[in-house]
T-cell receptor
Framework: QQQVKQSPQSLIVQKGGISIINCAYE??????FPWYQQFPGKGPALLIAIRPDVSEKKEGRFTISFNKSAKQFSLHIMDSQPGDSATYFCAARMGEAAGNKLTFGGGTRVLVKP | NAGVTQTPKFRILKIGQSMTLQCTQD?????MYWYRQDPGMGLKLIYY???????DKGEVPNGYNVSRSTTEDFPLRLELAAPSQTSVYFC????????????????FGPGTRLLVL
């Protein structure tokens, strides 16, 4: 049973545009929601993360919006740049008692056209 | 500080062969994880460890084994390789939440690409 659903699977955006990726989760025991960025041939790297008691977090051009009641969260990439072309994964973490395990969404491949 | 290192980078195995994927971290992290990533898919947890001598199964443990004799090393063993184990394997490590403060994230290695023919 997939516990974190991510959409879309891929998206193409023009340089300067906004990329929006959505995730939905089922398990209310998740306590931390990170987004990872992965370039081809590399391991995922943390991009930005949020706790469920916060509705929005912004770091530079990247913003997470979090809706606890709907069990949904999204990543917005403002002023998208060609260097942002990568695969993005949302994830949800179980707490320390469960080993801090991450459950990942299926990923979104983002292509930013110059 | 090398972070999380994995060896080998790439390996081809024949069906039925065995191998060990190595993972080492130099950040003194208690927690370590093994994931597999199939093409176009997300990462699935194979095994994890919360400290030396302690391991537990993740979502897809069948066909794999792990051990954790030291804080730094967390090798993943494939005993009888099958084509279904063709994948990219990532090792990751992290601090426990209570000790992490603002450092609460899993740090990933560069991955091992495995092809079973």
């Amino acid at each position: 049973q997939q516990q974190v659903k991510q959409s879309p699977q891929s998206l193409i955006v023009q340089k300067g545009g906004i990329s929006i990726i959505n995730c939905a989760y089922e398990n209310t025991a998740f306590d931390y929601f990170p987004w990872y960025q992965q370039f081809p041939g590399k391991g995922p790297a943390l991009l930005i993360a949020i706790r469920p008691d916060v509705s929005e977090k912004k770091e530079g051009r990247f913003t997470i919006s979090f809706n606890k009641s709907a069990k949904q969260f999204s990543l917005h990439i403002m002023d998208s740049q060609p260097g942002d072309s990568a695969t993005y994964f949302c994830a949800a973490r179980m707490g320390e008692a469960a080993g801090n395990k991450l459950t990942f969404g299926g990923g979104t491949r983002v292509l930013v056209k110059p | 500080n090398a972070g999380v290192t994995q060896t080998p980078k790439f390996r081809i195995l024949k069906i039925g062969q065995s191998m060990t994927l190595q993972c080492t971290q130099d950040m003194n992290h208690n927690y370590m994880y093994w994931y597999r990533q199939d093409p176009g898919m997300g990462l699935k947890l194979i095994y994890y460890s919360v400290g030396a001598g302690i391991t537990d199964k993740g979502e897809v443990p069948n066909g794999y084994n792990v051990s954790r004799s030291t804080t730094e090393d967390f090798p993943l063993r494939l005993e009888l390789a099958a084509p279904s184990q063709t994948s990219v394997y990532f090792c990751a490590s992290s601090y426990p939440v209570r000790a992490s403060g603002s450092r609460e994230t899993q740090y990933f290695g560069p991955g091992t690409r495995l092809l079973v023919l």
